[in-house]
T-cell receptor, first 112, second 114 residues
Framework: AQKITQTQPGMFVQEKEAVTLDCTYD???????LFWYKQPSSGEMIFLIY??????QNATEGRYSLNFQKARKSANLVISASQLGDSAMYFC?????????FGKGTSLLVTP | DSGVTQTPKHLITATGQRVTLRCSPR?????VYWYQQSLDQGLQFLIQ???????AKGNILERFSAQQFPDLHSELNLSSLELGDSALYFC?????????????FGPGTRLTVL
């Protein structure tokens, strides 16, 4: 069975600094996809970035990048130049059959 | 804005009651997914519909049911509600032709069972 592990329940970062949110996964599939979502306090789930297992380059979307290390089965999210609006829960997810299997999330607080 | 709409935004009801949550997917998306987010269970997949047909089932209780209508909107019906059903219920949709299989989530319906 697929499993997503996010070991950091909470993280702090100062505004304008970079922060890395950890995600490790376990799967026996050769082809898979990894996703990161952001959930602000308002509750909605916002798609941030996707990494396919066969993608040769690490995914980037603006200030978000994914540090994908396939051999270590890790897909860490890097947020550069943190902003106060980045304070939120962040979820790592993997496609499992037809659905998404989510980790427990990391709460990020950006301080001035 | 993901383009997925959900109504109502908040719902407060009593144990034993029945409620219906509604979701409209993004324009052109045939797939609709329902997820439940609770404090103890985290985010869990409930059920998926594709173009009106049930495609996959997750941890959905027998008291819960869903359907997708010809106009592609979907409804999640929760009956004989218990306190433990209090949660945030999300609907998501997925474009057919997108290689990444990314799911786009609606704003959620927060259900409180008293």
């Amino acid at each position: 069975a697929q499993k997503i592990t996010q070991t950091q329940p909470g993280m702090f970062v100062q505004e304008k600094e970079a922060v890395t949110l950890d995600c490790t996964y376990d799967t026996s599939d050769q082809s898979y996809g990894l996703f990161w979502y952001k959930q602000p306090s308002s509750g909605e789930m916002i798609f941030l970035i996707y990494q396919g297992s066969y993608d040769e380059q690490n995914a980037t979307e603006g200030r978000y990048s994914l540090n994908f290390q396939k051999a270590r089965k890790s897909a860490n999210l890097v947020i550069s130049a943190s902003q106060l609006g980045d304070s939120a829960m962040y979820f790592c997810a993997m496609k499992s059959g037809y659905a998404l299997n989510f980790g427990k999330g990391t709460s990020l607080l950006v301080t001035p | 804005d993901s383009g997925v709409t959900q109504t109502p935004k908040h719902l407060i009801t009593a144990t034993g009651q029945r409620v219906t949550l509604r979701c409209s997917p993004r324009s052109g998306d045939l797939s609709v997914y329902w997820y439940q987010q609770s404090l103890d269970q985290g985010l869990q997949f409930l059920i998926q519909y594709y173009n009106g047909e049930e495609r996959a089932k997750g941890n959905i209780l027998e008291r819960f049911s869903a359907q997708q209508f010809p106009d592609l909107h979907s409804e999640l019906n929760l009956s004989s509600l218990e306190l433990g059903d209090s949660a945030l219920y999300f609907c998501a949709s997925r474009p057919d032709r997108e290689v990444t299989d990314t799911q786009y989530f609606g704003p959620g319906t927060r259900l409180t069972v008293l």
